[in-house]
């Protein structure tokens, strides 16, 4: 079980003016942000990190909705760190999230979800490592 975790706020959430309520809420939970960067993808970077759904029908909204406006991408620190984030953020449909858990705060339907987090320990490393290099993250 690894400590770390990688989320990004997605475009519509920093258009609505919701990074720092959303990071507000990940501290409180306990998290740690070993690294932080606002950016925005272009086609091609959204297209390469969302590959593994490239023959998904959804893919081609997606890549251009994550491309759309900035994100905000962060590598968070904390015991449990993947599971614990993924019930932080709650069901990727915010119809279905938990009440307080960021998509049923701040997602405005399953496709604009307002957070990114992985889903595996593996991802984390991999998500982690297409977005930050090893200089920028900090212990």
Do not use: W
């Amino acid at each position: 079980m690894s400590k770390r975790t990688f989320t990004m706020i997605k475009p519509d959430a920093v258009k609505a003016g919701h990074i720092g309520k959303i990071l507000e809420q990940i501290t409180s939970a306990g998290f740690r942000i070993v690294a932080l960067k606002m950016t925005q993808l272009s086609q091609s970077t959204a297209g390469a990190f969302y590959a593994v759904h490239r023959e998904r029908p959804f893919y081609q909204e997606l890549v251009d909705f994550m491309s759309s406006g900035p994100i905000v991408a962060a590598i968070l620190e904390k015991e449990n760190a993947v599971d614990d984030f993924r019930t932080l953020i709650g069901a990727t449909n915010p119809a279905d999230a938990a009440p307080g858990t960021i998509r049923a705060l701040y997602a405005k339907n399953v496709g604009e979800n307002a957070v990114h987090g992985s889903d595996s320990d593996e991802n984390a490393v991999i998500e982690s490592q297409f977005h930050f290099a090893g200089c920028d993250v900090y212990s």
